[in-house]
Each structure stands twice: as C-alpha cells, then as structure tokens.
C-alpha cells in the first residue's frame, strides 16, 4: 500500500505554509511529501527528478508570476504531473492564467485541511472539480 501513495512536492516561499502543508500531509496514510521547496526554479528542478503526483504550488514566489510559469514548464515537459495552486490571491485573471498554463485546481490558503487534502487526491486521480 505504501507504494501507492500520492507524492507530492510542496513549493511555497513561505517557510512556515511548507511546514503546516508537510505536517498536515504526514497524518495522511494515502500521501506522501516527496520534497518542500521555495522557489518555482527549484519547482521545477524537483518536479522533473522526483515525478511527484501533485505539485501544490504558490504563484507568487521569487516573482510575482514564478508559480505559474512553473506550471507551464512542468506541465509541457511531465504532463502527468498534476499542479494545484494554494495561493493567497484569488482573482479571476490569475484563476484563468494558471488553469491556461496547465494547472487543475485553485485553493486559496485559507482553505480547510480538509479541503487541500480533497484536492490534492481528486488531482492525482485527474478527476479536479474543475
């Protein structure tokens, strides 16, 4: 069973959200943090070596857009990597910038737990709500 974990790289400028986003995932039996990261460079250096299943990732990071021209990397070079965005912005042009690169869901920080946790299965079993 421990082979079939979801793996998942958590790239995120803040230290503090990598830890709260690494300890909620390590109570989870299903997942498994596979690399924590703070900056979209090594974003994508880490996505294409360690071929997570889900990226969840910040769009602002060392740049005000890093996240998302990150997706748009991983997403052309290792399509199976699922990207989900857990951000604290939140507005309808962002929204569409990242789904255009290549992400599959959009959280908002201030999302429960419970609600990344739900995002980040249904993108590894590619059935996001969106």
């Known amino acids: 069973m421990i082979n079939d974990r979801i793996r998942v790289l958590i790239a995120n400028n803040l230290l503090q959200i990598r830890d709260y986003l690494t300890m909620i995932l390590s109570h989870e039996p299903d997942m498994k943090t596979v690399g924590s990261v703070e900056t979209s460079t090594l974003?994508?250096?880490?996505?294409?070596?360690?071929?997570?299943?889900?990226?969840?990732?910040?769009?602002?990071?060392?740049?005000?857009?890093a996240g998302i021209n990150a997706i748009r990397i991983l997403s052309e070079k290792v399509p199976e990597i699922r990207s989900v965005v857990y951000t604290h912005l939140s507005n309808e042009e962002l929204v569409f910038t990242a789904f255009e690169a290549g992400a599959v869901d959009f959280l908002s920080m201030s999302s429960s737990a419970i609600e990344t946790l739900t995002a980040i299965r249904a993108a590894a079993k590619d059935q996001t709500a969106i």
């Open 43 to 65: 974003a994508v250096e880490q996505g294409l070596k360690l071929h997570p299943n889900v990226v969840l990732i910040d769009i602002t990071m060392e740049t005000p857009l």
